[in-house]
């Protein structure tokens, strides 16, 4: 017996002092291999009187168990450390910069948000989106608004010219989105309900204004549809746009030449240094202008004015960005300039809705 | 439009104060700009006397005054004024006071060794008139220690509206006072001019000569008074056109102004002695000039109203008159012109003379032909009685128009546009006030429209008269009906392919820029535009002088401005309108991004992780085809080619093509000569998507995606390379490789290009990784070797090339 406890003792501590994977090898080998200390003396079993192999058997084997528990126990320690090892010398700087990516860094403009966030608000409101184009006739543009001709309000509009044809006639640059609607209804039966985003254009330049800018039209026309209907579709629109609960609202009597009654709208506000604020304070900022459509323009469209009525509003895309977003300058719109559009620009995947708010 | 308040009351007889009247003037429709008290900022000036006036002990033009300001110890004051003396009444400031003629806060001052407490004013120095030559000099009995302005009749508030071109009537303080009578805020004054009876013929005969051509002068009174005394006008005269903006002439000149402001009816006063002959009203003729009276010579033709006399023009009908019969303070006969005028013509003339007046501004928008001769009394009237003379009978020539216009109007049209119920009574009322005539009892009424207001035309306009005389703010709020109770898709194929086009470069990095549709004529030249039909005729400068033919030219000079501000590296896109003819169809949208320096997909400049290279064709192919993948185009069946236009770098650009013929975009690198012209100096590579050229994809009934096909049995792959010609497209290689079998052939990837050592000079080498995937059952080996047998073959029949071993 006792020398099982001796070979115990000795094989213990040689399992502790292998210090490595190969050495513990070594030492299972020397024990419980085939030619091991253990296995020699289990060959030893067969000589035995049966008295001393009911004794030693048991003894054998449960050493044999425990020899190969311990080598396994510090087998698995001795991973470890080197895990640990290895571990301790694999340390990177996470510290270090990465690159964002592109869908971090690409930006949509101002306008273009806009456009779709006056989109998910009046598609709502059952609005499709009519479009036209920029190179327009003087009859679209002005006559059959019911400018007349060599009226002063014509010459309100800078308007941008062509050349003159052989003819005498000469197109222009649509001074506004309204030519639009006569387009609209000369090719639609109402009801029609439309909102008409697009590029505008007239010859003057200063802070405020640049030759080209961008107006959204809003067209409603069926049998029944009057101011009272105009104040609610403006005064929904304003709400939901400018993110408020409450908006003062002023409507003043105005002209335009398209519209009958005329109106201009005005939104209550504060001015705090550059800041302009809406939904709050006592100030009046005028947003845009808006009216019945004018029975000439109606009939030139070949609608009769006492059968189909309908309203009008225009407003300039830009301004309302500005108005929203603070952009204090109109001109930088135009400039592409990154630093302008890194600060004012919007995330592609940021889509404005009404289910989840128009800006996040 | 500017008036004072006192003006306004001289035709409204009201309780109302200045707040209520601002309020209802914007909400009739006559929105008020501004409002301002010029007695404001000098409320804190006084009347003073100078007691006595020394010279200064140090100075030969100044003078040392002892002032009594009403408060106790006269003050001293250095003054410099030549008109400084004992006795004089004057204005004085104190210190702490703001002068705001020369923008400066009074302080005691210290001028040469003699202190001063304050100012003497002259009119200049308190933005009164431009009167520097000596202070104000008050009449002796002027109350000492009041307020100036209150003494001066300065506290009259200055109204300023802004008026729609719609309202003539408005352009006179008259008709102003009688929007605000009907909107209820008082009673309108009568004030209609009695006739003056004249003594003699007016001997000054008027001829309207317009021949065959179409008259432009359908009426023309004249008036001579004999005798009069020309002058300044009136303190109270000056002072009501100083509030408006105008500067006092002389006393004939200023009754004209007042009369234009007062009424909306421009006249013009000739001095009788420097008229030679009869006036003639006629169609200039070409090589005529004149002088007028704001010293500018002025070319006219057949298209211009004139009145002339035997010397040639005297004035620009309805404008402006000349300079060398105006009236000055010798005058003595002076000739009372009031007329009516073509307004067209008017505009016509004042657009293309670029000459404004005060009664251009009014006859182009419509003066009231009914008050054509009362104007002419109303100024007799006060020449007579501020100038004194003799008045002649009116000379009246043409006959003054009496436009009929009346409209039926059933009630129910206000309710119809407006959602406003108003009582019949009560709309009546609106009418009347504002000087309609109405008649008929029932809810059925006819209108007649007052000669002044020419805007009016039909029902609708009545029906704006009277919603804004109640107020727009009383018609109720009502929904707009549903059409139906879920919203429908309403964006058009075009403009769901923009969105999509817009956020997927965005997700690439680029940035979205909005740039001018108008060019410069180079740069349109340069991507082959620049015809004339689509050449502003007035552009606002060169650089915006062509409509665009391309997006390229704004995004690359985009670029460049934010190089020259040390952002080298910048990727942008645009997607918007160009323009091929100025047709409607002419019209197209393009998505186009330009990628810059080393501005590529994972981002620019230098970075520990690796730096970025240049950007190349392959940038601007790879956004391409990621535009046409998010509209939805299945750009493996697109072909490249390498047929891209002129502006881009020959062999380093291509286009990408739907069949032979229809182009879906272009992408590449720029000529090397265009970046010259452009004045470029930076690796720039470009792409343009022609949206408008994609095909519409085919309506399908159902929205089911088709059964998914997935093998169980795993995919073998296999690695081949060829020794190529250099010149040949390595899209043929990988097309002929996915043809050799395409049963069972699912990808081939190229993965190796090689030209060098080991490579004859004219060869590339070209490996591909060539996906096998068994459908039905594992391949043997054999059948791998087969497949593979056939791929080289396919692919040296088609390329010519060989298997390199």
Same mark, same amino acid.
């Given at each position: ?101 592109? /869908? ?132 929904e629109f304003c709400k939901t746009f400018f993110e408020v609960d409450d908006i003062h609202m002023r409507f003043r009597p105005s002209f335009f030449p398209f519209t009958e009654p005329s109106m201009e709208l005005d939104i209550g506000c504060s ?90 | ?400 128009p009496e436009p009929e216009m009346i409209i039926h109007f059933p009630l129910s049209e206000i309710k119809r546009l407006v959602g406003l119920e108003v009582y019949p009574t009560e709309a009546k009322v609106i009418l009347s006030r504002l000087g ?328 590339? /080498? ?40």
């Amino acid at each position: 017996m006792s020398d099982i406890e001796t070979l115990e003792n000795e094989i213990s501590a040689a399992i502790d002092a292998a210090t490595n994977e190969s050495a513990l090898d070594e030492v299972r080998v020397g024990a419980i291999g085939k030619k091991g200390k253990v296995s020699e003396l289990m060959k030893t079993l067969g000589k035995m009187s049966p008295d001393e192999r009911k004794v030693m058997g048991p003894a054998l084997n449960g050493l044999k168990t425990r020899v190969n528990e311990a080598i396994l126990v510090r087998k698995d320690a001795l991973e470890n450390q080197a895990l640990e090892a290895r571990l301790a010398t694999e340390i990177i700087d996470v510290t270090l910069p990465v690159r964002s990516g592109p /869908s971090n860094e690409g930006r949509l403009h101002p306008v273009s948000q806009v456009v779709d966030e006056l989109t998910a608000i009046f598609a709502d409101m059952g609005f499709a989106i009519a479009e036209g184009s920029d190179i327009e006739t003087d009859y679209y543009n002005f006559t059959a608004l019911n400018f007349p001709e060599g009226h002063p309000a014509r010459e309100m509009h800078d308007t941008f010219f062509f050349p003159e044809k052989p003819d005498g006639s000469r197109k222009l640059l649509r001074t506004h989105t309204s030519p639009v609607q006569v387009h609209t209804m000369e090719a639609q039966e109402p009801p029609i309900r439309v909102i008409i985003p697009g590029r505008t254009y007239r010859c003057d330049s200063d802070q405020t204004h640049t030759p080209m800018f961008h107006q959204v039209e809003g067209l409603v026309i069926d049998k029944t549809t009057h101011i009272g209907h105009l104040k609610w579709v403006l005064e929904e629109f304003c709400k939901t746009f400018f993110e408020v609960d409450d908006i003062h609202m002023r409507f003043r009597p105005s002209f335009f030449p398209f519209t009958e009654p005329s109106m201009e709208l005005d939104i209550g506000c504060s001015f705090k240094g550059n800041e302009i604020r809406i939904g709050e304070g006592d100030d009046w900022l005028e947003i845009l202008g808006c009216g019945m459509v004018h029975p000439n323009v109606l009939r030139m469209s070949g609608l009769d004015p006492d059968v189909y009525q309908g309203f009008a509003f225009g407003v300039g895309i830009d301004r309302l960005a500005m108005l929203k977003y603070g952009m204090p300058d109109l001109r930088a719109f135009f400039d592409a300039d990154i630093r302008w559009l890194k600060h004012y620009g919007f995330r592609p995947l940021d889509l404005p809705t009404l289910f989840g708010g128009l800006t996040s | 439009m500017k008036f004072t308040l006192s003006w306004l009351k001289d035709h409204l007889e009201t309780s109302a104060d200045l707040d209520e009247i601002v309020k209802t003037l914007t909400m009739v429709g006559l929105e008020v700009d501004s409002v301002v008290n010029p007695a404001e900022k000098l409320r804190t000036f006084k009347i003073a006397k100078v007691i006595s006036a020394q010279k200064h002990p140090n100075a030969d033009r100044l003078k040392v005054l002892a002032v009594d300001t009403g408060t106790g110890d006269p003050v001293q004051v250095v003054c410099g004024a030549p008109n400084a003396r004992a006795g004089l009444v004057g204005v004085f400031g104190k210190p702490g006071d703001y002068v705001p003629g020369i923008d400066l806060t009074l302080s005691v001052g210290n001028i040469r060794d003699v202190e001063s407490f304050g100012m003497m004013c002259s009119e200049r120095e308190l933005e009164l008139s431009d009167e520097h030559d000596g202070i104000i000099d008050l009449p002796e009995d002027a109350p000492v220690g009041e307020t100036y302005a209150d003494y001066a009749g300065l506290n009259d508030p200055i109204i300023e509206i802004g008026l729609t071109p719609n309202r003539p009537d408005c352009t006179g303080v008259y008709g102003i006072a009688r929007d605000l009578a009907a909107a209820g805020l008082g009673e309108l004054k009568e004030n209609r001019p009695e006739p003056i009876d004249g003594t003699f013929p007016c001997p000054t005969k008027v001829r309207l000569e317009f021949g065959d051509t179409a008259p432009l002068c359908p009426a023309f009174g004249l008036r001579l008074v004999r005798g009069v005394k020309n002058g300044p006008s009136p303190k109270w005269l000056q002072q009501r056109l100083i509030a408006i903006d105008l500067r006092p002439i002389n006393l004939l000149v200023d009754i004209t102004n007042y009369i234009t402001f007062d009424r909306g009816r421009p006249l013009h006063v000739f001095d009788a002695a420097k008229v030679q002959g009869d006036l003639v009203v006629r169609r200039g003729q070409t090589g005529e000039t004149l002088v007028a009276l704001d010293d500018k010579e002025y070319s006219v033709d057949e298209d211009v109203c004139v009145i002339a006399d035997d010397n040639g023009l005297e004035s620009l009908a309805g404008i402006m008159g000349g300079a060398a019969s105006g009236c000055d303070e010798n005058t003595v006969d002076v000739l009372i012109e009031s007329a009516l005028w073509d307004p067209l013509n008017i505009a016509h003339t004042g657009r293309r003379l670029g000459v404004g007046s005060d009664a251009r501004y009014r006859f182009e928008r419509g003066v009231d032909p009914a008050f054509m001769l009362p104007g002419i009394e109303q100024a007799t009237k006060m020449v007579l009685e501020l100038g004194g003379g003799t008045p002649s009978e009116i000379s009246l020539v043409g006959k003054v128009p009496e436009p009929e216009m009346i409209i039926h109007f059933p009630l129910s049209e206000i309710k119809r546009l407006v959602g406003l119920e108003v009582y019949p009574t009560e709309a009546k009322v609106i009418l009347s006030r504002l000087g309609f005539w109405v008649s008929g009892s029932t809810e059925d009424v006819k209108v007649a429209v007052p000669t002044w207001r020419p805007d009016i035309h039909g029902k609708a306009d009545l029906v704006e008269e009277i919603m804004r005389i109640v107020g727009v703010d009383k018609v109720p709020v009502t929904p707009l009906p549903r059409e139906q109770h879920i919203g429908q898709k309403v964006l058009t194929q075009g403009q769901i392919r923009r969105n999509k086009a817009r956020r997927a470069l965005a997700v690439r990095g680029l940035d979205e820029a909005v740039t001018w549709s108008f060019i410069s004529k180079i740069q349109a030249d340069l991507f082959g535009g620049g015809s004339a039909e689509l050449a502003l005729a007035n552009p606002i400068s060169t650089d915006m002088s062509d409509m665009r033919p391309s997006l390229i030219p704004g995004l690359v000079m985009a670029s460049q401005r934010n190089a020259d501000r040390a952002h080298a590296d910048v990727a942008l896109f645009e997607v918007g309108q160009v323009f091929a003819s100025d047709e409607t169809d002419g019209q197209q949208m393009l998505a186009t991004g330009l990628r810059r320096g080393t501005a590529v997909l994972t981002g620019p400049g230098r970075h520990w992780s690796g730096n970025s290279e240049d950007v190349s064709a392959f940038d601007a192919k790879a956004d391409a085809l990621s535009v046409l993948e998010a509209i939805g185009v299945n750009v493996n069946n697109l072909q490249v080619s390498r047929d891209a236009p002129a502006w881009f770098h020959p062999g380093r650009s291509g286009t990408l093509k739907l069949g032979p013929k229809n182009t879906l975009a272009v992408f590449g690198e720029l000529h090397p000569k265009v970046l010259r012209d452009l004045q470029v100096k930076s690796a720039i590579a470009v792409f343009e998507v022609f949206l408008d050229a994609i095909p519409e994809p085919r309506r399908k009934g159902s929205r089911t995606r088709g059964v998914l096909n997935i093998a169980d049995l795993m995919s073998v792959r296999r690695d081949f390379a060829f020794l190529l010609d250099r010149s040949m497209d390595v899209d043929k290689l990988v097309k002929a490789a996915k043809g050799a079998d395409k049963s069972v052939i699912d990808s081939v990837t190229v993965f190796d290009i090689y030209e060098g050592a080991g490579v004859a000079e004219d060869k590339k /080498s070209v490996a591909i990784d060539v996906v096998i995937q068994p459908r039905t059952k594992t391949l043997t080996d054999e059948e791998i070797d087969a497949i593979s047998v056939k791929v080289i073959a396919a692919v040296e029949k088609v390329t010519g090339g060989q298997l390199r071993k």
